[in-house]
């Protein structure tokens, strides 16, 4: 079942002499319970193409369809709670509260949308994560792996269509950065977890079963990781 359908997307800025194509008629899909990287170099067009994913920033032209929805024809309140309930977000440096503890931030998307939050849901997350002894704890008593833990949790707590991770590793180290993706592919796996990954390093790429390679704002490759399928 296709949860994506990306349809002759463009993003430009600038006129005239100053034009520039960020992206240019990218086009793709993803079905339910796909965990795909998308890898290209700094300036490619891989971090705009997953903030227009997101909500976060409108294209020029072009569709994005999530869940059969045409998201750029909401109006701005249907797309912020699109963005809250449909998109879980993981950025390369957390975005935690730090007047919130770990339990706090996890649960935050739910309690801005004024819903209740499902207890054993939430300790399965905690403990998936392996945070369970720091639920009480502020982000600045956390290490840098387990800040990126409770980020991964706070984009899970809504269940959402599609999580995307922004260079979800770029700001840890090797141990850390295997865990990290590590929970993406069990989360993937556990909860039938749709997965979008931007990132620059081919090597986690490989985690992923699809890579779409972006290159100049167009998409130049789209390929099932068969290494993945052979792990």
Do not use: C, W
Request: hydrophobic share 35%; charged share 25%.
């Amino acid at each position: 079942m296709k949860i994506l359908e990306v349809k002759n997307l463009v993003k430009t800025y600038g006129k005239g002499n100053t034009l520039v194509h960020a992206l240019n008629d990218v086009s793709f899909t993803i079905d339910k319970g796909e965990f795909v990287a998308i890898i290209g170099a700094s300036g490619s067009g891989k971090s705009t193409l997953l903030h227009i994913l997101g909500g976060v920033d409108r294209p020029t032209s072009g569709k994005v369809m999530v869940g059969g929805k045409d998201v750029y024809k909401l109006n701005e309140n249907d797309l912020a709670i699109f963005r809250r309930r449909q998109v879980g977000l993981i950025y390369q440096f957390y975005n935690l509260i730090p007047i919130l503890n770990v339990t706090e931030n996890i649960t935050l998307p739910i309690l801005l949308d004024n819903k209740k939050v499902e207890e054993e849901y939430l300790n399965e997350l905690v403990n998936t994560l392996g945070l369970t002894n720091r639920i009480n704890h502020l982000p600045n008593e956390l290490s840098g792996g387990e800040q990126q833990r409770v980020s991964i949790g706070r984009a899970l707590m809504n269940r959402p269509d599609l999580l995307l991770a922004d260079e979800p590793t770029g700001n840890l180290d090797t141990k850390n950065s295997k865990e990290i993706i590590e929970l993406l592919k069990l989360s993937n796996k556990k909860y039938n977890q749709t997965i979008i990954m931007i990132t620059h390093d081919p090597s986690l790429a490989k985690e992923a079963d699809r890579i779409i390679t972006i290159q100049d704002g167009k998409i130049i490759s789209d390929e099932e990781n068969k290494d993945e399928h052979t792990k």
